[in-house]
């Protein structure tokens, strides 16, 4: 472990201590307040403050409140690395939801004579969170900024490429402010010529070694700075090493600036940063509560449909009932994938192959079944499991998914999310047949992972049902 992944580890300590701190310094002052103004004029008498066990109670309850809100937002992740302004919105942003929960929860039930005490109660625990909290972490991101700027701070980090944008981009970091980048050597694609600037960087090899010179030096950045016409070498080398513990950083092209990629900074050259999480945290759990929800509701409300498929396919041929295949799952783990069985028993005895139209291993009843893919339904409890969610791109299996790779390596990228039983590939391309509708089903997947929201998962499940309604499975 790297001594700023050490220092990160303390770090998520001392913020959630911190912002225990905050949370319950808030709702003491939350407290005397509403004893010593609001109580009072209610009831017209001086009202006693006690520290009961409610207090005791309330207080912890709306601290860890505060804390979830927060790492829902993704405060306590890259403690290293995020920068002081950022704090300080996500902190206003963090202070403001849990202000409005805690409204609903609490305030709102308040003994008060007038409605204006509303805005004392609510502003004296915003504010006072808002300070508390905001001073905490604001001293904690400067501790961290100065650390860097002293070079007590440094992640060790590699450079691919060897020329003018190269040797630019090394020259912009020696001479702005630092951003922590401590250049174990450089990586030439081809063993070309080396920029004179970068002269004094050591040299680890080649491209082909990468995942080598990373593991051996403990590499925690990865910057590409290579010129036009290596899109396609881009590609493959952010493909190798994307699934290791990196950040993964590329030097924009003019495409990429007019496309809204590159984001300003408040010093030094932009970066595009390769994302290892696809979805925010608050995202995902939104997510993750919905396809629990929603697998539930339609578990039960098909099971009648389940139970008599069930019995089709044993009245139809002899086997199992089910059919469980291993497919890869998100972060590249396997696991069983439960599916009615729609074929005869030891339909792929002559190894992996993909179904077709007028596929003769396919039962009668199993045709039926994949028009309206009814053969998909028990996949609901590989949602309930967590294998799987509603929506997200097709699970495939290892098999195909390294001839699809092969191809085109920029499709690693679906596993870095849950794998899903319907998806955007499914409603614009349908089922594949061969490796080469694979790619081009997975192209809309991978449109997809890039525009991860509950609203498209809806509107996704809509045409799903379209399609199930129209009997458009084969």
Request: with cysteine.
């Amino acid at each position: 472990m790297s001594p700023s992944q050490r220092l990160s580890k303390i770090l998520l300590r001392v913020y959630l201590f911190a912002d225990l701190i905050a949370g319950a310094t808030a709702y003491t002052a939350l407290h005397i307040v509403r004893k010593i103004y609001v109580e009072p004029s209610r009831f017209g008498k001086t009202v006693e403050i006690k520290w009961d066990d409610t207090f005791w109670l309330a207080l912890a309850t709306t601290a860890l409140i505060y804390i979830c809100i927060s790492a829902l937002s993704g405060i306590y992740r890259d403690l290293t690395r995020t920068s002081r302004l950022q704090q300080v919105f996500n902190t206003m942003g963090g202070v403001v939801l849990t202000s409005i929960v805690l409204f609903f929860l609490i305030f709102l039930d308040d003994f008060v004579s007038n409605y204006s005490q509303y805005y004392v109660t609510l502003g004296t625990y915003s504010i006072s969170l808002l300070i508390t909290s905001g001073v905490f972490r604001f001293s904690l991101s400067s501790y961290i900024r100065s650390r860097i700027d002293r070079k007590t701070l440094t992640f060790r980090s590699i450079l691919i490429g060897t020329g003018k944008e190269a040797g630019d981009l090394h020259e912009s970091f020696q001479r702005e402010r630092s951003k922590g980048y401590d250049f174990v050597g450089l990586i030439t694609i081809n063993g070309e010529e080396i920029d004179p600037r970068l002269k004094q960087l050591n040299h680890l090899g080649t491209v082909t070694q990468l995942k080598d010179v990373v593991n051996d030096n403990q590499i925690e950045d990865v910057i590409i700075a290579l010129g036009a016409g290596f899109n396609d070498q881009i590609t493959r080398l952010v493909s190798e090493v994307e699934q290791q513990d990196l950040r993964i950083h590329v030097l924009p092209n003019l495409f990429s600036i007019l496309s809204g990629q590159v984001k300003m900074e408040s010093f030094g050259r932009s970066l595009i940063e390769i994302k290892r999480e696809l979805i925010k945290p608050h995202v995902a759990f939104i997510k993750r509560i919905f396809d629990l929800l929603l697998a539930f509701i339609l578990l039960v409300s098909t099971s009648p449909l389940i139970l008599f498929s069930i019995l089709m396919v044993r009245i139809g041929s002899k086997g199992s009932i089910f059919y469980m295949q291993e497919r890869l799952g998100k972060h590249s783990r396997p696991f069983k994938i439960i599916k009615l069985r729609s074929m005869f028993e030891n339909a792929e005895k002559l190894g992996p192959q993909l179904s077709s139209e007028e596929d003769p291993r396919i039962t009668s009843w199993g045709r039926t079944m994949r028009k309206y893919r009814l053969d998909e339904l028990p996949q609901f409890v590989n949602v309930l499991k967590g294998d799987m969610s509603i929506v997200g791109p097709r699970p495939e299996r290892r098999f195909f998914f390294d001839q699809i790779t092969t191809q085109a390596p920029q499709y690693k990228y679906l596993l870095k999310v849950k794998p899903g039983i319907t998806s955007w590939g499914m409603v614009k391309y349908g089922y594949a047949e061969n490796v080469d509708e694979m790619l081009e089903r997975a192209r809309y997947d991978l449109i997809y992972t890039e525009n991860i929201t509950l609203i498209n998962d809806i509107k996704i499940l809509f045409y799903t049902l379209v399609t199930v309604l129209e009997g458009r499975g084969k």
